[in-house]
Nanobody, 119 residues
Framework: QVQLVESGGGLVQAGGSLRLSCVAS????????MAWFRQAPGNGREFVAAINWDGGRTYYVDSVKGRFTISRDSAKNTVYLQMNSLKPEDTAVYYCAARTAGTIDYKYWGQGTQVTVSS
């Protein structure tokens, strides 16, 4: 079982930056693939970025490539999402998620943190 708690959301002007954090508690953080998803009002949940167990591989949705960076600090059981050059269309609730290696579905989810980008 893994518990995930996100923080770092807020209100920022277009072009600004935010860093989201997700602290994981429970078993063996390093065995989990971690990801960030987001959900804007009226939309479904969208994949944003993912990172493998040792941080050696990262994946991004096209709309955030070159602007967002996902990273993890295993010593702190934390995964980060650095978001630069934010756009109003990045406004959403951002969720941290975890899955074990060898599985497809993200089984564990945080409660979400609101990111609002004003124009």
């Amino acid at each position: 079982q893994v518990q995930l708690v996100e923080s770092g959301g807020g209100l920022v002007q277009a072009g600004g930056s935010l860093r989201l954090s997700c602290v994981a508690s429970g078993r063996t953080f390093t065995s989990y693939y971690m990801a960030w998803f987001r959900q804007a009002p009226g939309n479904g949940r969208e994949f944003v970025a993912a990172i493998n167990w040792d941080g050696g591989r990262t994946y991004y949705v096209d709309s955030v490539k070159g602007r967002f960076t996902i990273s993890r600090d295993s010593a702190k059981n934390t995964v980060y999402l650095q978001m630069n050059s934010l756009k109003p269309e990045d406004t959403a609730v951002y969720y941290c998620a975890a899955r074990t290696a060898g599985t497809i579905d993200y089984k564990y989810w945080g409660q979400g943190t609101q990111v609002t980008v004003s124009s």
